[in-house]
């Protein structure tokens, strides 16, 4: 398995954000196509109610950052969000003109506003005196840094701990490039520190600083820690050499937008590569492993395409990429020559009657025993949870997960959760991970109000 045979031109090429930004006649002509519907259904599809027709009003009498500053009143990693949010599932499926016609390109309006706050470096908040009260915030992801700059908003000292050497969590090392650049996270990150917020990186909170510590020093607790590692499959040869996980994979190629795209051309990619699994993280990974130049990329799933984690458009978009999927196919082996990957051995699977979850269950079927040629094998079954740190706060979880109630308070009236780690059920997004992190500031605050009152 080599580095990538394409030139540092094709990569840039390739790695580069999909969608365009939309200059300022586009987006005066899309604004002025919005109706501003009364009871607009887009705020109530938008997971952080951000006022759609107002921003977009805005932005057609060119008032952009009035836009920016309506939007970053209701999720403030809006240009995340612009780029990644799933809208053909959020506001833009519930866009009226949807049924009819082209629904507004609401994230692209979204995102026209916030690139035009950051590149010109402007802060339109303002923030309370201090109060006096301090927060601790484990985790610089999306759910960390909404709770960490609403509370800051609102007066408290906030320190956020991230066990990254850099702050922004999936959407610095996790979302692929194409839809989201290193460079929005960071941006991202340094306008919450605007607001007054720390952030401590390379600090892990059970390792470098006990649970027990940041209880005695802080007012109150928000664990927003996302999900750990990539499990591993239990089969035997996974220590062979060209057996990678997903997300380190595809952090490589973030950072390479960072520290120079040399460091993608030698990220080492098979001719044929085998991918397990079939979320958002498999098909990001197939993604890169095929614009790195492989010249084969297969999904191995062992459910039905009906049943693949991912949304609709991200299964037609991987497959326009030229990425093949085998379905019901259940990975045995990791065959190898000369300890190099060499093939999967998979048995098919069959579907039999729905489980409690509602999903099939799968059986093999008896001799159905096949091997996929292949090189390089990518493992993207899903995200361990961080088990042991709940457990050092005591926390009560529901299948692992931390467990909450609506105002995201856990077991333990002092910490508080959101984002992935409690995502038990339904899907994880960074939208949902900011509203998550918008409600927890919220009953902190309303907590510790009455606590001190
Ligand atoms: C490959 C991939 C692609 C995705 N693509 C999309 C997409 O296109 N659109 C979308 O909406 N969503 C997408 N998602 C989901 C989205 O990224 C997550 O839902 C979102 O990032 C969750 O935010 P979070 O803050 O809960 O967790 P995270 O973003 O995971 O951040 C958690 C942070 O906590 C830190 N941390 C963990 N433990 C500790 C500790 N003990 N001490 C200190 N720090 C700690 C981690 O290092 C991390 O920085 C994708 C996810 C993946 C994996
Ligand atoms: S945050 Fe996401 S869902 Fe909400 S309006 Fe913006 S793009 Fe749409």
Known sequence: MDGSKLSLDELKDRFSEIKPALSKREASIEANRCLYCFDAPCIAACPTSIDVPTFIHKISTDNVLGAATTILEANLLAATCSRVCPVEELCEGACVLGTDHKPIEIGRLQRYAMDYLYDRDL??????????????????????????????KLG?????LEKQNLPGGLSTYGIVVMREPIRIALEEVEFVKKLGV???TGVEVGKDISA???LE?????????????????GIPGEDL?????????????KLAEKEGLERLSKLPVGRRVAVIGAGNTAIDAATIAKRLGADNVTIVYRRSAEEMPAYDFEYEFIKNEGVEFRFLSQPLEILGENGQVSGLRCDKMQLGEPGDDGRHQVSPVPNSEFTLECDQVIKAIGQEKLLELFAAFELELKRGYVKVDETLRSSNPQVFAGGDCIRAGGLAMTVTATEDGKIAAKSIHNWLLETTS
Do not use: H, R, W
């Open 198 to 200: 720390e952030i401590k």
């Open 156 to 160: 408290y000292q906030v320190t956020v």
């Open 123 to 152: 802060m339109p908040l303002t923030t309370a005196p201090p109060n006096g009260k301090k927060v601790a915030v484990i985790g610089a992801g999306p759910a960390g840094l909404s709770c960490a700059g609403e509370l800051a």
């Open 217 to 233: 020093q802080y007012d109150a607790v928000f664990i927003a820690t996302g999900m750990g590692k990539v499990p591993d499959l």
């Open 241 to 253: 050499s060209g057996v990678s996980e997903a997300l380190s994979f595809i952090a490589e190629t």
């Open 212 to 214: 027990k510590d940041l």
